[in-house]
């Protein structure tokens, strides 16, 4: 089993900026790509962006492309969301996610399949 642990979540003005940590414990060997959905109000959860563990591939939701960028610390247990020029629609619970090396969800770059989800952590953005 794996474990994420998401912080950094609050409330901003629009037009601010805010970054999201995710830190992964368990067992993370077994993983592939981390990533970052979000679900808002009376709305289906959205996928925004996956990183993998062993290399620096990215992928965006168009959504979030530019604005959004996702990272991670060297060892790839830690990743991070900086979300630039937030704006109302962006307020939602921002969840964590990752993806098992196996089975294979198929050739990168895609959205993550998630495995496993953090517990999430509210953002909202005040107009």
């Known amino acids: 089993q794996v474990q994420l642990v998401e912080s950094g979540g609050g409330l901003v003005q629009a037009g601010g900026s805010l970054r999201l940590s995710c830190a992964a414990s368990g067992r993370t060997t077994s993983t592939l790509a981390m990533g970052w959905f979000r679900q808002a109000p009376g709305k289906e959860r959205e996928f925004l962006a996956a990183i993998m563990k062993f290399a620096t591939n990215t992928f965006y939701a168009n959504s979030v492309k530019g604005r959004f960028t996702i990272s991670k610390d060297n060892a790839g247990n830690t990743v991070y969301l900086q979300m630039n020029s937030l704006k109302a629609e962006d307020t939602a619970v921002y969840y964590c996610?990752?993806?098992?090396?196996?089975?294979?969800?198929?050739?990168?770059?895609?959205?993550?399949?998630?495995?496993?989800w953090g517990q999430g952590t509210q953002v909202t953005v005040s107009s």
């Open positions: 996610a990752a993806e098992r090396l196996f089975p294979s969800a198929g050739n990168w770059p895609r959205a993550l399949r998630a495995d496993y």
